[in-house]
């Protein structure tokens, strides 16, 4: 089992920056994707960025050029600074972990965080 916390999340005006992170616990498999996702409200969950064990990368067409995922595996951490925030940003934020592990996949979720970016 694996457990995911987010933090950092909160009220941000257009234009602003914020990073959150997750701290990943327990029954860790090394060859994972770890991701961010959203959801605003009246809305279906979306990927806003991922990054693979090896540190390849993939971004959500609206949030490339201005949000960086990174990850740090000695901490068992996933980070996510996003700029220039605009109100349509606002939703809850998920960390995400997948991995396949004897051909069965594995998935899990954080509680979320959430972010409001408004004047």
């Known amino acids: 089992q694996v457990q995911l916390v987010e933090s950092g999340g909160g009220w941000v005006q257009p234009g602003g920056s914020l990073r959150l992170s997750c701290a990943a616990s327990?029954?860790?498999?090394?060859?994972?994707?770890m991701g961010w996702h959203r959801q605003a409200p009246g809305k279906q969950r979306e990927l806003v960025a991922a990054?693979?064990?090896?540190?390849?990368?993939n971004y959500a067409d609206n949030m490339k050029g201005r949000s960086t995922i990174a990850r740090d595996d000695d901490k068992n951490m996933l980070y996510l600074e996003m700029n220039n925030l605009k109100p349509e940003d606002t939703a809850v934020y998920y960390c995400?972990?997948?991995?396949?592990?004897?051909?069965?996949?594995?998935?899990?979720w954080g509680q979320g965080t959430h972010i409001t970016g408004s004047s």
């Open positions: 327990g029954s860790i498999f090394r060859l994972n994707v």
């Open positions: 990054v693979a064990s090896n540190n390849i990368t």
């Open positions: 995400n972990m997948f991995f396949r592990m004897s051909g069965q996949d594995y998935e899990n």
